[in-house]
């Protein structure tokens, strides 16, 4: 029974791993048409969606499965627990990723303004979201907690960068009127990069709850997080 579950941890860790590959190519790709306004990448993320969420299902039932016929407990039963919850967030993002796409299928502007893309910081903040979540599969991959905790300082560059986005749009707006569809549907592109790494943040908890055996308390940080995602 020890080996046959052991077996059936490293499949599960196997699927994650490939879910996880997948939607990080969605970002990336939902990234870059936003920003160089291709249609054609754009859809191709809309396309990918749905393997997005067959793999979702695909391990949510595994992972029912497991549990039902083996019974884990102890480290066995936090993996499980784990990778339940990473691959509900990795699903999101890759809502995230759709919806990001969507911004560049639905732009009528043939470019956007490359000084304005420039003062909103967009590519700071793709690359970042990105970065935190090749750094979360590492930490996965690694056993790190150090790895998973460094993620939460990153985040705080998503918050910055996002707080900034509404001013520097209002003002751009009061001087080019006719971009305000733009700029308004800019502003959904920031919020939902900045939820991205509100995700990436629960996914490199869920990294230490394996690893160490407890949920992490920071200044009623993980709550608020987990509370967000029920709503």
Same mark, same amino acid.
């Given at each position: 029974?020890v ?7 490293v499949?599960?860790?196997k699927?994650?791993?490939? =879910?996880?590959?997948l #939607?990080?190519n969605? @970002?990336d790709? +939902?990234?870059?048409a ?6 054609? !990448? $754009?859809?191709?993320?809309?396309v990918h969606?749905?393997?997005?969420n ?7 039932s595994?992972?029912e ?5 083996y ?6 039963l ?6 339940l919850k990473?691959n509900s ?8 990723a759709?919806s990001?796409?969507?911004f560049a ?5 043939p470019a956007l303004?490359?000084e304005?893309?420039?003062k909103?910081r967009?590519?700071d =903040?793709?690359?970042q #979201?990105?970065s935190? @979540?090749?750094? +979360? ?5 690694e056993?790190?907690?150090? !790895? $998973?905790?460094?993620i ?5 560059l ?5 707080t900034?986005v ?13 971009s305000?569809?733009?700029c308004l549907n ?9 939820r991205s790494?509100d ?5 490199a908890e869920e990294?230490?709850?394996f690893i160490?055996?407890k949920?992490?308390?920071?200044s009623g ?7 967000n995602?029920?709503?």
């Amino acid at each position: 029974m020890v080996k046959f579950i052991e077996s059936e941890l490293v499949l599960l860790k196997k699927e994650i791993d490939e =879910m996880w590959t997948l #939607v990080y190519n969605q @970002l990336d790709r +939902a990234g870059e048409a936003v920003l160089t306004l291709d249609r054609e !990448l $754009a859809q191709q993320v809309l396309v990918h969606e749905r393997r997005v969420n067959a793999f979702e299902l695909k391990i949510d039932s595994d992972v029912e499965d497991i549990i039902a016929l083996y019974n884990p407990v102890g480290i066995d039963l936090r993996f499980v627990l784990a990778m339940l919850k990473i691959n509900s967030n990795l699903e999101r993002l890759g809502d995230f990723a759709e919806s990001i796409a969507r911004f560049a299928i639905n732009c009528k502007e043939p470019a956007l303004d490359a000084e304005l893309i420039r003062k909103l910081r967009l590519n700071d =903040m793709i690359a970042q #979201v990105l970065s935190m @979540l090749e750094l +979360a599969k590492r930490a996965l991959q690694e056993e790190s907690q150090d !790895l $998973a905790t460094s993620i939460f300082a990153k985040d705080h560059l998503l918050d910055e960068i996002n707080t900034d986005v509404a001013g520097i749009l209002a003002d751009y707006i009061s001087e080019h009127p006719e971009s305000t569809l733009v700029c308004l549907n800019l502003v959904s592109v920031f919020r939902k990069l900045e939820r991205s790494g509100d995700h990436i943040t629960n996914i490199a908890e869920e990294i230490v709850f394996f690893i160490d055996a407890k949920v992490l308390k920071h200044s009623g940080h993980t709550d608020e997080h987990y509370l967000n995602d029920s709503k």
